[in-house]
């Protein structure tokens, strides 16, 4: 991979654009869950261990405007208290103010950028915003997976503007993991599938085709793969307008010998609603619909999964919100966390808040702190963020 590491810069003294992804979930102000910060913070002390000027940058939410519940302070404030040092928060992301800063920073110190997406010509990765960026700045660095598939002026504009650039410690782990399990994995190699849609996941299984040796799927998508095979789904949610194409993946699948294996077993309702009356069955009645996978799948999943040596987990198995159908979700996400010789890598978005608050969850090999840019990696898609630090 021609990718640097930022252990492989010399910092001291110079002042680095560090791109993290601090798009945090905030109540009332506060910051609820803090990982995407932790998960950058070897990142930040390192480069202030080298005697670099950490500038910190991220965008937070969906801002159609500049909006005080969106500002980056309750980062900064949290930044500072688990880094032990003030870490000021900038009053924008450019300008001359900023700037002044920027430049006043001092070996040990770290400033952080107010949030990006502010400013619009951040996710137009506009040239003439990727400059004011990059200005005053002699080093760049991306430790923010979870924006690397957006081409947008932080992830990948600026880097027309410094030429020396690196991934950050957590970048380099997601794409290290990612790597390992997509290009000649251990086998057996499975991979389990869930979600809503097929249509989300087309590219991720024809991709995963070439490299695994069975795929397990669950989730709502499931069902438009069993109504392709002529089973009856009740009121399951069925993408309709993708029959042709789910036949079309599993003649695929078979041409190529890998095995696809779907739900036999159901936990279903008349909606996915809390309290909801729940029944397993092996055929969905005309009026209710499948929400999780029954025990039967569960145990057929388990059986797989000890078989592997490489498992690729992207989607949930059922409406995990609820308790009422986690179940299934839960149980294959414990027996892979517990499997021994299995090399686990889980991908990011649902999957990995499904299972991140479990005792188990420290099992897995690797938890993707990225959604959409996990998703586009196993498409085998070239990831902008990425492709922006070639050397």
Request: glycine residues 10%.
């Amino acid at each position: 991979m021609p990718i640097a590491s930022v252990k492989d810069l010399k910092l001291g003294g110079k002042r680095v654009l560090l791109r993290c992804d601090f798009n945090v979930p905030l109540a009332e102000g506060k910051i609820s869950d803090t990982g995407r910060i932790d998960a950058s913070l070897d990142t930040i002390k390192f480069i202030l261990e080298q005697g670099g000027m950490p500038v910190l940058c991220s965008h937070l939410g969906r801002p159609k405007e500049r909006t005080p519940e969106l500002s980056l302070k309750p980062v900064a404030e949290y930044l500072s208290e688990v880094l032990g040092r003030k870490v000021a928060l900038a009053p924008d992301c450019i300008g001359d103010h900023t700037g002044r800063m920027i430049n006043a920073l001092k070996a040990g110190e770290a400033l952080l950028l107010e949030n990006l997406r502010f400013h619009p010509e951040e996710e137009a990765n506009d040239r003439d915003f990727a400059h004011e960026l990059a200005r005053g700045k002699q080093a760049y660095v991306n430790d923010a997976f979870g924006t690397a598939h957006r081409a947008h002026a932080s992830t990948a504009g600026v880097t027309a503007f410094i030429s020396e650039r690196a991934a950050g410690f957590l970048m380099m782990r997601e794409l290290e993991a990612l790597r390992a399990v997509t290009e000649n994995p251990a086998r057996p190699s499975v991979a389990i599938m869930g979600g809503a849609k097929v249509s989300d996941k087309i590219g991720v299984i024809r991709n995963l085709m070439t490299k695994v040796d069975s795929i397990l799927i669950g989730g709502a998508m499931a069902y438009t793969f069993l109504k392709a095979e002529g089973i009856v789904t009740g009121r399951s949610r069925v993408e309709e307008d993708k029959l042709d194409l789910a036949r079309e993946l599993m003649t695929e699948a078979k041409a190529k010998d890998v095995k696809i294996l779907l739900p036999c077993d159901h936990v279903v309702a008349s909606a996915p609603e809390p309290g909801a009356t729940t029944r397993t069955v092996n055929e969905i009645p005309g009026d209710l619909m499948g929400l999780d996978i029954g025990p039967v799948t569960i145990q057929q999943f388990k059986d797989e999964i000890a078989r592997a040596k490489t498992v690729i987990w992207n989607g949930p198995l059922g409406f995990f919100e609820l308790p009422e159908f986690a179940h299934g979700t839960l149980a294959v996400g414990e027996a892979l966390a517990n499997a021994s010789g299995v090399k686990s890598i889980i991908g990011g978005g649902d999957t990995a808040a499904a299972v991140a608050h479990q005792p188990w969850a420290s099992r897995f090999t690797h938890i993707s702190t990225g959604g959409g840019a996990t998703l586009e990696y196993l498409e085998g898609r070239v990831l902008p963020g990425v492709k922006a630090l070639e050397t």
